[in-house]
Nanobody
Framework: QVQLVESGGGLVQAGGSLRLSCAAS????????TGWFRQTPGKEREFVAG????????YYADSVEGRFTISRDSAKNMVYLQMNSLKPEDTAVYYC????????????WGQGTQVTVSS
């Protein structure tokens, strides 16, 4: 089992920045990809960004490429999502996740953190 706890959500104006953090505990996530999905009411969760735990290779959805940066601190079992140039359409609940695939079918989820971008 991998436990994931997010922090860092909040309210920000368009063009602003936020950094999300995800603390992983329990079974080491080294066998997994970890990353972030997001969800708005009435829509399915969508992939935002992922990172290969062992190599640190990042992967991004087209909608956030160039604005968001994912990173991890393997010594602390932490994953971060730096979000810059935020847009109102980035408003969502953001979920930390871990799984065998970078952009689908996560095995583990965090509880989610709300990000709201005002126009």
């Amino acid at each position: 089992q991998v436990q994931l706890v997010e922090s860092g959500g909040g309210l920000v104006q368009a063009g602003g920045s936020l950094r999300l953090s995800c603390a992983a505990s329990g079974r080491t996530p080294s066998a997994f990809y970890t990353g972030w999905f997001r969800q708005t009411p009435g829509k399915e969760r969508e992939f935002v960004a992922g990172i290969a735990w062992t190599t640190g290779s990042p992967y991004y959805a087209d909608s956030v490429e160039g604005r968001f940066t994912i990173s991890r601190d393997s010594a602390k079992n932490m994953v971060y999502l730096q979000m810059n140039s935020l847009k109102p359409e980035d408003t969502a609940v953001y979920y930390c996740e871990a799984g065998r695939f970078v952009d689908r079918l996560p095995d583990y989820w965090g509880q989610g953190t709300q990000v709201t971008v005002s126009s």
